[in-house]
């Protein structure tokens, strides 16, 4: 429904209104909040970037949708704007609190909808959440933004799809195809989950205060069908190719596996060229190393070698 259907309602449902500069700097000087760095508390202060993020994300309103760092609430009651239910979860104790209230302002008729959990959105668990978030939309804190997604990827296996804003060269990572410059273990380990894409640039001038970075929105849609491999193996070996970019595969899997010949051996039984730079490399690929390591033998401990002990 558009806005002006909304107030055309009248005595129907009440309107749902967005947050505009007045209401964000009216909101932030009521907590006397200071925004911090450390927290990456930059807040969108428009609608219309917040009613572009909603549509990108395609929720409806069948959707449970999770937001990490609803902050002053612009981007949450543009979700509730859409979808069915929304959980935030906010850090800091000050936001976590008004957020309810702000929602009973402004979308008096979806304030039973949102759920507020004050919480590290590194730590939160399965268990925290009261049902199946099947989205996940924000616009992240700059500097957990990947482990953020990561942690809630792993943990929350009813998120389907992703749409976060995120700072523009993370954005790039995320979304980067094996052999780009910017290809690397967020790209590796997040096409594990499923397929990433661009979904934009944002400008500076939509948040308050003014960040000292680009921003980009950035989507994923989770694989119908799982890649494969354990998680925890399949990202050892993305950490180990990373941890030496430059270095060949033989060489920056040596320690993985346990010595440089391992490594070739695994490398040659899931059919990769062990001169290769882990950034040539696609997810498929990091998961076969993954499983031919349980069909190579781990190097004879030195102890247990006749001949080495014997010299
Ligand atoms: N969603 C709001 C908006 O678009 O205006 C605020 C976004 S601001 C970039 C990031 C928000 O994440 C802040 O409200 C900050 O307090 C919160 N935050 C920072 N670290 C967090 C964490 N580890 N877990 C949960 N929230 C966090």
Redesign the pocket.
Known sequence: MSDEQTAAAGTGPSPLTLLGAAEIRRLAAELDLRPTKT???????DANT?RRIADAAGIGPGDHVL??????????LALLERAGRVTA????PR?AGLLPRTVAEHAPDRAADLTVIE????RVARADIDGEPVALV?????N?AVP?LLHLLAELPSLRTVLV?VQAEVADRLAAPPGSRTYGAPSAKAAWYGRTKRAGAVGRSV?WPVPGVDSALVSLHRHDVPMGGERAAVFAVIDGAFAQRRKTLRSALSGWAGSAPRAEAVLRTAGVDPSLRGEMLDIGAFVAIAAAADEVPGDADPADDPAGSAG
């Open positions: 927290l990456g508390q930059n807040f969108v202060h917040v937001e990490v760092g609803p902050g002053l609430g612009s981007l949450t979860v906010e850090i800091d936001l919480a590290d959105a590194l924000a616009n992240l804190p700059y957990v953020v804003m948040f």
